[in-house]
Each structure stands twice: as C-alpha cells, then as structure tokens.
C-alpha cells in the first residue's frame, strides 16, 4: 500500500539520518578513550565508557530497524557463497569473547567431523549466530555454560543448536518469541537490555533462506535455540549468485 511504502521510506531516511551523527559521536568517544585528547581520570574513563556502551546500544537500535525496513520491502538481497558453518560458530565465539569473560560463561564448540559447507550468505548467518550466542550468554547467570553444535541432521539439513542453561522460556513466552520488540519478563530482563528484534530479524533471515528456526526450552532451566538449512539453494548458479526476497 502507498501510505506503508511512505511510513517505511520516512522510517528510513530518519534512520539513516541518525546514523551519520552518531558514527560521529562514536568516533570522538573512542578517541578520548584512546587518550588522543590527553590522560583521563578514572572517573572521566568510566562515565565515557557508559556513553559508549549507549551510542552502541543506539546504533545496534538503528541498524535493527534499517535491516526490519528492508525485510517489509522485500529488498534483503542475499549474497550467497559457500559457508563452512563450523567456522561461523567459532567467529562468533571469538567475536563475543568480552562477553563470555566478563560473565565467565563456559563455552564449548562441538562440529561434527566432514560437516559439508552450505550455499548461504555469510553475514546473514553469521548475524543469526551472533545473536544466538550473545542471547544465551546474556539471559544466563554468570559462570554458565553454552553449548554450540554444528551438525547434518536425520533430515540431511544443516543444523545448529546453541543450548544454554539460562532463565529459559514458559510455553507462553515460547509462542511470542520471534515478533517484533518482544521481551520476555524474566529476572534478567533489564540488566541486559535489547531492543526485541534479534530475534525476529534471525527468523526472516532462516526462512529466506528456506530454513527454520525454533527453541525448545523450559522456564528456569534454559533454552535451546535450533535452525537448519538446506546444503544447496535452488537459484544458486555458479557465477556468483544472489537472490531478491520474493
Ligand atoms: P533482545 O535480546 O534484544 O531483547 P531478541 O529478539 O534477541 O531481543 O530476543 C527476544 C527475547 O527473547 C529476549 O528479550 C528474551 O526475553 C528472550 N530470549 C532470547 N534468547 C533467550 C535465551 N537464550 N534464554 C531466555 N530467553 C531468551
């Protein structure tokens, strides 16, 4: 509808919009963490470390809401290429690394041997795990452990279960889990802020792939989020191929 396409392109442009100033913001933060602007305190450090951790907060805000615009306008091209999803598993592993020591989470990587690549593309599956692995080290209690397997299922599709033992989920948190700006009440909930659309970008992202995604959990102890694709995507030609959301 015309009134949708104006109300997404306004979301956009303001969105974009916001971006330019708060790269900047970012930029100068980092510097006066860097000590380009002469020693700090230690108090000047922390209260500057706080605005980062916000103007990041802000950006990861923004970035959701471009990519949810995208996906409503079917505009998500996706850049397929051979993906070895062991190695995405353990990217990510590294990626988030400050965070699984500051929570002294126990990680551990398990990939089936011979596991064969998938055509996919890369940074949409990476951003998938990401946010896998970074919910489950964010809704567990210090000290935790997540398990990360990578492994051909019965149904010869690629799968991966990111399990953790956390807060978990009732069955009717379950049934909310992958809309938009949805956040599930638990004890955790506000230490750890998020803007509820991780999840809910990681499903549209699976399923244009012709994958699936879904979670078996139990309230207070833990969750096992799974999505499996398939090895080969139909459209796939040899030259490079891409696909526009259908
Ligand atoms: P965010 O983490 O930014 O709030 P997500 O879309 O990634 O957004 O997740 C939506 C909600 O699902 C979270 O707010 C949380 O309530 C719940 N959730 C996600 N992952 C887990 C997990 N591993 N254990 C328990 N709850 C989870």
Same mark, same amino acid.
């Given at each position: ?43 000047? @450090? ?46 990510? @592993? ?64 690629? @799968? ?13 948190? @379950? ?72």
């Amino acid at each position: 509808m015309e009134a949708d396409r104006a109300k997404r392109d306004f979301i956009s442009s303001v969105s974009h919009e916001l971006r330019t100033p708060l790269t900047s913001i970012k930029g100068y933060v980092d510097l006066l963490l860097l000590g380009a602007a002469g020693p700090l305190a230690e108090g000047q @450090q922390s209260f500057l470390s706080v605005v980062k951790n916000n103007a990041n907060r802000l950006m990861d805000l923004i970035n959701d809401i471009l990519e949810i615009g995208r996906i409503d306008a079917n505009k998500i091209q996706l850049n397929f290429e051979n993906v070895d999803m062991g190695a995405v598993l353990q990217d990510a @592993q590294q990626t988030l690394r400050a965070e699984i020591e500051r929570k002294q989470t126990h990680v551990s990587v398990d990939i089936e041997p011979d596991l064969p690549p998938i055509v996919a593309d890369l940074r949409r599956v990476t951003q998938v795990v990401l946010n896998l692995v970074s919910n489950a080290v964010k809704y567990t209690y210090p000290g935790a452990t997540v398990h990360l397997r990578a492994f051909q299922n019965p149904a010869g599709l690629l @799968q991966i279960d990111v399990e953790d033992n956390g807060v978990g989920l009732s069955p009717e948190q @379950q049934q909310h889990l992958f809309r938009r700006f949805y956040r599930a009440d638990n004890p955790l909930r506000d230490e750890v802020g998020g803007t509820g659309l991780g999840l809910s970008i990681a499903k549209s992202f699976i399923e244009l792939h012709s994958g699936e995604i879904w979670v078996q959990s139990e309230l207070g102890k833990g969750s096992t989020f799974s999505f499996m694709l398939p090895l080969t995507q139909p459209e796939t030609t040899d030259d490079a191929p891409t696909r526009l959301a259908d």
